[in-house]
């Protein structure tokens, strides 16, 4: 069943400009279609050999490097303005620029080496794994600095009330999941022999004739639900040793196997705090591309959880405490984070970072400064579907559902 949510706005990561609905309707071609990625790839190999071409037609096509699966990203800051902080953007390269450091590096650029992310508006664009070269790739100039930033840095610094960069850190997360897939997935799981990409880098093909297996990039899908006392006008918040101070969250937990999402949920909720959960409601589901590399990306599929008992018991190996909280105190928390002021602060730490700063340097503030001094509690920053799950209910209900 639905919660009625309104789902206007894109979880960060989702609404990824360069492909599904948003792409097709700006293109001849749909940029996910057979013809579209031919077509692409037919003219990044025309332009990877022949060097005049490419001086000619080279603005068709962007490249974005990556580098340990950080996104090559560029900073500015008007300082005129006291109220704006930095912003940051992809630091799209050409294809002449990336040949360029492939050859001083003793490479060769090759098109099976890029990974198609889509097109938009006549641009094809790709991204590229520099991880391997010999030396730190090096780009930009004095007066457009740009560095290798974490994906987690750049979904904190992001504003989300800017359309532009919530569509930037969607193609950062999408293009970072894939890498890290291909970086997983160099032989076979069935006979051990190495794979190669295909279809430009949409999945992997076991080089070895009497195998011939085909890999498709991983998704991990994980439920996470806020588990609601309807009678009692409560939810169930709970925290993990590995969360910053004061910081407290919904449950969460990957499915097994053979079972359904609802059951997912229910089983989840019974091992990690030992209540009962009767009705599920479907909210809305994130991408979420910032977990370990070894699971490339994990798709974050959130409910709401109607409890039946409301004795808590908590698996102190899974959590470090979970606790009823009123809708009252949850919308409190609400309005005392400083939501804003984090974000101003991770912008100025990736502005610091394309600068130059390394970490330890000097940055202005620390990463997890996520809520005011006088906050007793806060939940997750609107970046994170958690944060949706329980603002929505503290805020507007479940449409009246879950009785």
């Excluded at 093909?205 to 609601?228: A, E, G, T, W």
């Excluded at 990306?297 to 808590?312: E, N, P, R, T, Y």
Aim: glycine share 8%; aromatic share 8%; charged share 25%.
């Amino acid at each position: 069943m639905e919660s009625g949510y309104s789902t206007s706005r894109h979880h960060t990561f989702a609404g990824n400009p360069l492909i599904g609905a948003a792409a097709a309707s700006s293109a001849s071609v749909p940029s996910d279609s057979d013809d579209g990625l031919e077509s692409a790839v037919a003219s990044i190999r025309n332009l990877l050999a022949d060097t005049a071409e490419e001086e000619a037609a080279g603005s068709g096509i962007r490249i974005l490097p990556f580098r340990h699966g950080k996104p090559l990203v560029e900073s500015s800051y008007a300082s005129t303005n006291s109220d704006e902080g930095p912003t940051w953007r992809l630091a799209w390269q050409s294809v002449h620029k990336c040949r360029e450091l492939f050859e001083a590096s003793g490479l060769k650029l090759g098109g099976e080496s890029l990974v198609y992310l889509g097109q938009r508006n006549e641009v094809v664009y790709w991204a590229l794994d520099f991880t391997d070269l010999n030396l730190v790739s090096q780009f930009g100039s004095e007066e457009r600095k740009n560095a290798y930033v974490e994906l987690r840095t750049l979904m904190v610094a992001a504003d989300w009330s800017d359309e532009n960069a919530m569509g930037e850190i969607s193609i950062a997360g999408h293009a970072r999941a894939i890498l890290e897939w291909h970086g997983l997935c160099q032989f076979c799981g069935r006979c051990g022999t190495k794979t190669s990409p295909q279809k430009a880098g949409k999945r992997r093909h076991c080089q070895n004739d009497s195998c011939k297996k085909s890999f498709y990039p991983r998704v991990d899908p994980v439920v996470i639900m806020l588990v609601i006392d309807k009678a009692n006008d409560r939810a169930l918040l709970s925290r993990q040793s590995r969360f910053v101070p004061r910081m407290w969250s919904c449950l969460a937990g990957f499915i097994e196997p053979g079972e359904s999402l609802e059951e997912a949920v229910r089983r989840e909720t019974q091992e990690e705090v030992g209540i009962e959960v009767g009705e599920v409601i479907y909210h809305s589901s994130q991408p979420w591309p910032v977990g370990p590399s070894s699971m490339p990306c994990q798709l974050m599929v959130g409910f709401f959880a109607f409890a039946k008992s409301f004795d808590i018991c908590v698996d102190k190996n899974e959590l470090e405490d979970a606790q009823w909280h009123s809708r009252e105190d949850v919308k409190k928390d609400l309005t005392f984070a400083e939501y804003k002021k984090a974000q101003r602060t991770s912008a100025f730490r990736v502005h610091q970072i394309c600068g130059g700063v390394e970490k330890g340097q000097g940055l202005t503030s620390d990463f997890n400064v996520e809520i005011g001094e006088l906050a007793p509690m806060f939940v997750p920053r609107s970046f994170a579907i958690a944060h949706h799950l329980i603002s929505s209910w503290a805020n507007e209900g479940v449409g009246g559902l879950g009785s």
